[in-house]
Nanobody, 119 residues
Framework: QVQLVESGGGLVQPGGSLRLSCTTSGSIDSILVMRWYRQAPGNQRELVAVISNTDLIYYVEPVKGRFTISRDNAWSAVYLQMNSLKREDTAVYYC?????????????WGQGTQVTVSS
């Protein structure tokens, strides 16, 4: 089991910055990949950024150059630095961990943190 808790969301003006944190606990040595997703009202949950246990990183096009994903060693926490925020970045942001279980894997989710970009 892996537990995830997000924090750092809030209200920010367009052009501002926020840093989201996802703290982990449980069987964190089994984590293979961690991801940030977001879900805006009326929309499906969408991938934002990915970081692997070999530090391979991927961003979706709308956030490239503005968002940075990073992690502490041993997966104790994962971060999402969000700069130059736009109104369309408003969403609930979720942390996801894919962890190894034997020969397969399982996804774990945090409860989400609200990010609102508005003047």
């Amino acid at each position: 089991q892996v537990q995830l808790v997000e924090s750092g969301g809030g209200l920010v003006q367009p052009g501002g910055s926020l840093r989201l944190s996802c703290t982990t606990s449980g069987s964190i040595d089994s984590i293979l990949v961690m991801r940030w997703y977001r879900q805006a009202p009326g929309n499906q949950r969408e991938l934002v950024a990915v970081i692997s246990n070999t530090d391979l990183i991927y961003y979706v096009e709308p956030v490239k150059g503005r968002f940075t994903i990073s992690r502490d060693n041993a997966w104790s926490a994962v971060y999402l630095q969000m700069n130059s925020l736009k109104r369309e970045d408003t969403a609930v942001y979720y942390c996801n961990a894919e962890a190894r279980i034997g020969v397969t894997s399982r996804d774990y989710w945090g409860q989400g943190t609200q990010v609102t970009v508005s003047s």
